[in-house]
Structure formats: structure tokens, C-alpha cells
């Protein structure tokens, strides 16, 4: 049975930039859903194209949403696992990022500074949850 306090070791900076980074998502999101029914209706699109990548937009909601719960509920928890689901979703929405960035049939200056900023996020994130996670890891291991 443990005695005293316990200390705290979520990471604040890493729960600040998760928050920050919710509502960043959303001014992205609106921001790509604006971009895609102007380009839509003013660029001449490959047929296919257009659908497809307007449809990874959409997929970015549930994906880039899980990422953010686990990584704010394994801080606040203090639990490894959730902040490894984390980054490795981070992985996944940072390909998407750069698929926007670099890969899609047209790439607007201001799709750029949008993915340009996602990338600070995401590199952030990288690093805090990484070392958040060997926080964990390292306090589970000296308590057992």
C-alpha cells in the first residue's frame, strides 16, 4: 500500500498542445472542407479524384478525434497504452497531412501553412508522448 503523495507525472505541456490541437483540427477541417467544394466547382478535376480525396477529409474526423481522446485520457491517466495508440495514430493522420500537402491533384498555398502548422503539432506531440510514455513506463516499473 503506497504512502504519501503520489507525484503527478502527466505532462502539461503534452495536455496543453492536445487541446490546442482539438480546436486546430477543426480550423483545418472547416478550412479543407471550404478549400474542396471551391476547388471542386472551380478546377477541372480527373475523374475520381475529386471524390477521393474530398472522402479523406471526412476520414480525418474519426481518426485524427481517437487520436486526440487517447492521448488526453493516457496523460491524464497516467497509462502508457493510450499514449502509444496515440502516436501511432499520429503516424497515420501525419501521412494524411502530407498526402494534403504534397499529394493531392491540386495544392493550394494556403493548404501548405495548413499542413506546415499540423506538422508542428504533430512533431510536438511525437516528442511529449514519447517521453510522457517513458514516464509512465519508468514509474510503473519502480513501483512494482
Known amino acids: 500500500m503506497p504512502t504519501g503523495p503520489q507525484p503527478v ?4 505541456p503534452l495536455q496543453v498542445l492536445l487541446y490546442f490541437n482539438c480546436w486546430y483540427f477543426v480550423v483545418w477541417w472547416v478550412a ?3 478549400i474542396f467544394i471551391w476547388k471542386g466547382s472551380e478546377l477541372p478535376y480527373p475523374s475520381g479524384n475529386w ?5 479523406l477529409v471526412w476520414v480525418m474526423i474519426p481518426i485524427e478525434g481517437t487520436r486526440l481522446f487517447f492521448g488526453m485520457k493516457g496523460n491524464l491517466t497516467e497509462r502508457k497504452f493510450p499514449v502509444f495508440l496515440c502516436l501511432a495514430l499520429t503516424i497515420a493522420t501525419l501521412i494524411v497531412y502530407i498526402f494534403f500537402h504534397l499529394w493531392q ?3 493550394l498555398r494556403a493548404e501548405v ?6 506538422y508542428v503539432f504533430q ?3 511525437i516528442f ?10 519508468r514509474m510503473e516499473n519502480f513501483s512494482s
Do not use: D, K, M, R
Open 51 to 55: 471524390g477521393a480525396e474530398f472522402f
Open 123 to 125: 512533431a510536438c506531440e
Open 105 to 107: 491533384t491540386y495544392v
Open 128 to 137: 511529449l508522448g514519447l517521453a510522457a510514455a517513458a514516464n509512465f513506463a
Open 32 to 34: 479543407e472542407f471550404c
Open 9 to 12: 507525472l502527466s505532462s502539461f
Open 113 to 118: 501553412i495548413l499542413s506546415a502548422i499540423a
